[in-house]
């Protein structure tokens, strides 16, 4: 049984990659602008700021009015892409050295507890309840249960196949709901640093 | 707000039809790039946008939010550009063009935003939420939704060929008393201010608030120009910087705005187009005319600022270093900082007049907007929330302690003249130029500048 979860989760990653990409692509329908004014300064140094200083509480006011979600976030994403690198390990798989997998434990105790933490975030703060639609609680819970399914499985791995399960939810639902900003988050941060660089405007 | 026009908005909104909702749509589609989809597939609703906006700093509200605003336009996109979004609504908060849906834009993406672009600057995705908002005001543009001020100027502009409807005679007679002013500031029987010059180096353009409330701006201009022994001129048919068609989003209407000061540039043959002191003026022509005309464009076009910066650095222009006694504060408009690139030169340049210059907190690009950006101060329906807004622009100065505000733009200047009196700021508002032109060193005998301040 646990055999067929293996491959469905191989196959559940090629889908939603494949979705997502698909997605990425199908913005590129709309058509891109040309520019003819003069640019002030170099796109590449606005991109390399939008991934760099840009995102720092030194240079980013909204950072740093929201350390706590700043780095909650960050944790987070983390644990996310560090489990999933992990189950794809158990899906091919591949082998993990043992010594690795007490600081895994840790990362996806944090990213779960953070993970509970933007859940309640959105709960409890009335302006983000009212924004929110159920896609972005599902999500959030998803992902939740993914990171929750990780921390056990590197801990007692007799419930893999539920790891399998919950990765498979997440995976196959991602194309759909706004998990898709994995995958928007760097063509956005592109476009922003892009506007901003050719107009000279970030130091 | 007044209650004739917001019957007349709902009187308007009630008869809307199919027909209508579609072609809004198709308004809005039409303006949405790869660039725009992208940014439409990437908020997470992470709502850390919130305090960057100065509308939700003063009022606190759901409203307010920048991701609130984004989201009524989202839910649009999610509709009619995703399946999920079709087929499950509810689901993914997606939402048809309707009548409720159109009145929240009107009251939300005009009523609540001034185009600053701090959420831009400070979303998480980087999402362009200005740039989105003036996609849809261009679908409600396109159903003649747009708020009666900021329409009239608009129509104006277009009848007029500037947006005060300024006749040509008016402008010329303007031009002419300036001149004898000039004459009597600088001594010199010679002075000109030029007119129609074929060939001159610079053709320069103002806001035409200036000709009607601030002529004394201009004056200041054609000091410095004076001094520097600039090879400029003014065209008697097209000067107006202004284009109030970026703040309802219709490039049609906005080229067509841009395009006389380009036929000028063409017609004179001036080398390079320099814009009075104007922040949306300046993203207009400098960064976004070429794209509405689909052009390149032969000539430089720039900011008298820096202009005025390069002059002082070449030694073209003298300044007196101590003039200014009293404390300098300078406010950064979104449109020529944020949005313009322009954001060292007017720093150095009153560092030469003074050594009591303040900086505001935060500056630079992630100064906030005055709140008279955006169309805001032609509507004046949101007079209120506009006063409202500008709290936050208002407490920044309180806390700088400075006498003089120093404001690059002369909308930004109506706002915050407004704010001082409605604050009871006591500060006084005034354009770099008027700074420079007042601290000028001219070569003459007897000085006739005003006492040291």
Redesign the interface.
């Known amino acids: 049984m646990q055999e067929y979860f293996r491959y469905g989760v191989i196959f559940a990653f090629f889908i939603s990659f494949f979705s997502l990409s698909f997605?990425?692509l199908r913005?590129?329908?709309?058509?891109?602008?040309?520019?003819?004014?003069?640019p002030?300064?170099k796109p590449i140094k606005g991109i390399c700021y939008?991934f760099g200083q840009g995102m720092m509480p030194w240079a980013?006011?909204?950072?740093l009015?929201?350390i706590p979600?700043f780095i909650s976030?960050i944790l987070y994403h983390i644990g996310i892409f560090l489990a999933l690198f992990y189950t794809l390990s158990l899906a091919i798989p591949f082998n993990i050295p043992g010594q690795f997998l007490f600081s895994f434990q840790i990362i996806f105790l944090m990213a779960v507890i953070c993970g509970l933490f933007l859940l309640l975030r959105r709960i409890i703060?009335?302006?983000?309840w009212?924004?929110?639609?159920?896609?972005?609680f599902v999500s959030n819970i998803l992902v939740n249960l993914f990171l929750v399914m990780a921390l056990i499985d590197v801990s007692i791995t007799k419930f893999r196949a539920y790891l399998f399960i919950a990765v498979i939810l997440m995976l196959l639902y991602i194309p759909?709901?706004?998990i898709?900003?994995c995958f928007?988050?760097f063509?956005?941060?592109v476009?922003?640093?892009h506007?901003?660089g050719r107009?000279?405007?970030?130091? | 707000m007044n209650k004739t026009q917001t019957d007349t908005i709902n009187k308007k909104i009630n008869t809307l039809k199919p027909k209508d909702f579609t072609k809004a749509l198709q308004a809005f589609q039409e303006k949405i790039t790869s660039e725009y989809a992208t940014y439409l597939n990437s908020c997470v609703r992470c709502g850390l946008c919130a305090e960057s906006c100065h509308y939700f700093l003063a009022y606190k509200d759901l409203k307010s939010m920048p991701a609130y605003k984004l989201n009524l336009i989202m839910k649009v996109f999610k509709k009619y550009s995703s399946f999920a979004g079709n087929h499950f609504s509810f689901w993914f908060g997606a939402k048809e063009i309707k009548h409720h849906l159109i009145q929240e834009w009107i009251d939300n993406l005009f009523g609540r935003c001034s185009l600053c672009g701090r959420c831009f600057l400070n979303c998480t995705m980087g999402i362009n939420i200005p740039y989105l908002i003036r996609a849809a005001r261009n679908a409600l543009s396109s159903l003649d939704l747009v708020p009666p001020g900021l329409q009239s100027t608009i129509t104006i502009a277009l009848k007029t060929g500037n947006n005060m409807g300024i006749t040509t005679d008016d402008w010329i007679e303007t031009l002419d008393w300036l001149e004898d002013e000039l004459e009597q500031d600088v001594e010199d029987q010679n002075v000109k201010i030029p007119l129609d010059i074929p060939n001159a180096k610079i053709l320069y353009a103002i806001n035409p608030r200036e000709a009607m409330f601030f002529p004394l701006s201009i004056l200041a201009v054609a000091k410095i120009f004076y001094a520097a022994k600039e090879n400029w001129t003014f065209s008697s048919k097209n000067y107006d910087v202004t284009n109030y068609g970026f703040f309802i989003g219709d490039d049609k209407t906005a080229g067509k705005l841009a395009y006389p000061l380009v036929e000028s540039m063409e017609t004179l043959k001036c080398k390079d187009l320099i814009l009075s002191e104007c922040g949306h003026g300046f993203n207009s022509n400098r960064w976004e005319a070429s794209e509405w005309l689909s052009k390149k464009q032969n000539f430089d076009v720039k900011s008298i600022i820096q202009n005025v910066a390069e002059y002082i650095k070449t030694g073209r222009i003298k300044l007196d270093s101590s003039y200014y006694q009293k404390t300098l504060t300078l406010h950064d408009p979104c449109n020529l900082v944020r949005f313009g690139g322009i954001v060292e030169e007017q720093r150095f340049i009153l560092r030469q007049v003074t050594n009591n210059f303040v900086e505001m907190s935060p500056n630079r690009e992630n100064n906030f907007c005055c709140g008279g950006g955006g169309g805001q101060l032609a509507m004046t329906r949101y007079a209120d929330r506009r006063r409202k807004s500008g709290e936050v622009k208002a407490e920044q100065i309180r806390r700088t302690g400075a006498d003089i505000v120093v404001a690059p733009c002369h909308n930004c200047v109506d706002q915050i003249t407004e704010l001082n009196k409605h604050y009871q700021l006591g500060v006084e508002i005034k354009t770099v130029c008027e700074i420079v032109a007042d601290a000028l060193i001219l070569n003459r005998n007897t000085s006739s500048r005003p006492g040291k301040k």
């Open positions: 997605l990425v913005t590129f329908r709309f058509g891109k602008k040309t520019l003819y004014s003069k002030q300064g939008a980013k006011e909204s950072v009015k929201h979600t976030g703060k009335t302006t983000l009212q924004i929110s639609c159920p896609d972005d759909f709901g706004k898709r900003h928007f988050f063509f956005s941060r476009f922003f640093g506007f901003f107009r000279g405007v970030l130091s």
